[in-house]
């Protein structure tokens, strides 16, 4: 059994548990619950996100609330799928590490290098590796809190490899009935019974400050490998209303 940094999945979801629409509509947190992402990524060392919410979301990843160093922005594409010119290889404000399987486009590796990111193969064909990429996140890059922002199918393999150690999720007010999972398996078997469910206990919850969320916090109580660091504080209400005062 290897060390590995701690994984935190971090989400806001729907009622139904979804994170976006059929159409991509995504935009589900309140001013308190973007306080809540950015003071979570001021207290780890790397946010971690898949193909899908580069090439859909184009976000950055880099605004935070809090100076916790080293700090990446990590991105898994087991095929190099995402475009060269998405922001989150094109601000120079954090840097980026990409990990990729064995059978990405030479030509793809070269242009991400050329723009300063890093890319790290590991894994064969068009599948990264998920266990030995944290490795190597806490061997090589010091990391050793790791926060999930998804998508889905990644954060699916995760937890499907025991390799999450907290959920966290809010809840918005707002049903989607289709559209993108929490938790989405791409070849449609997901978790079949209860057994196979990663097991969680409920450590914290509390009311969002704008009253209409409410923010769970779960440990998974079946996590794989030893995570070398704890948790970041759990029930942050608090923090976020004197953040949101400044």
């Not at 509509?25 to 990524?41: G, T």
């Not at 890093?118 to 806490?138: M, P, S, T």
């Not at 890059?141 to 790791?146: H, I, L, M, N």
Request: positive net charge.
């Amino acid at each position: 059994m290897y060390e590995r940094p701690f994984v935190l999945h971090f989400s806001t979801m729907t009622i139904d548990g979804r994170i976006a629409s059929a159409t991509g509509y995504s935009i589900l947190s309140c001013k308190f619950d973007k306080l809540r992402l950015y003071l979570l990524r001021g207290m780890v060392n790397a946010v971690m996100v898949g193909a899908s919410t580069v090439n859909i979301d184009n976000p950055r990843l880099a605004r935070r609330i809090g100076d916790v160093k080293p700090y990446y922005r990590v991105v898994v594409d087991g095929r190099l799928s995402t475009s060269p010119n998405a922001r989150v290889y094109n601000d120079t404000s954090v840097p980026t590490i990409v990990f990729t399987g064995g059978s990405a486009p030479r030509e793809k590796i070269e242009e991400l290098r050329r723009r300063g990111v890093e890319v790290v193969v590991v894994g064969e064909g068009h599948r990264v590796n998920l266990g030995d990429a944290l490795r190597i996140l806490l061997e090589n890059y010091g990391v050793k809190r790791v926060l999930v922002e998804g998508g889905g199918v990644l954060a699916h393999s995760l937890h499907r490899e025991r390799l999450v150690d907290e959920l966290r999720v809010t809840i918005a007010p707002v049903l989607f009935a289709a559209g993108r999972s929490i938790v989405d398996d791409p070849e449609g078997r997901g978790f079949t019974e209860w057994p196979a469910s990663p097991r969680l206990s409920l450590e914290c919850h509390e009311v969002c400050p704008c009253g209409h969320c409410i923010h769970l916090v779960y440990r998974v109580r079946d996590a794989q490998c030893c995570p070398v660091s704890t948790p970041p504080p759990r029930c942050l209400a608090d923090r976020i209303l004197r953040a949101a005062r400044l």
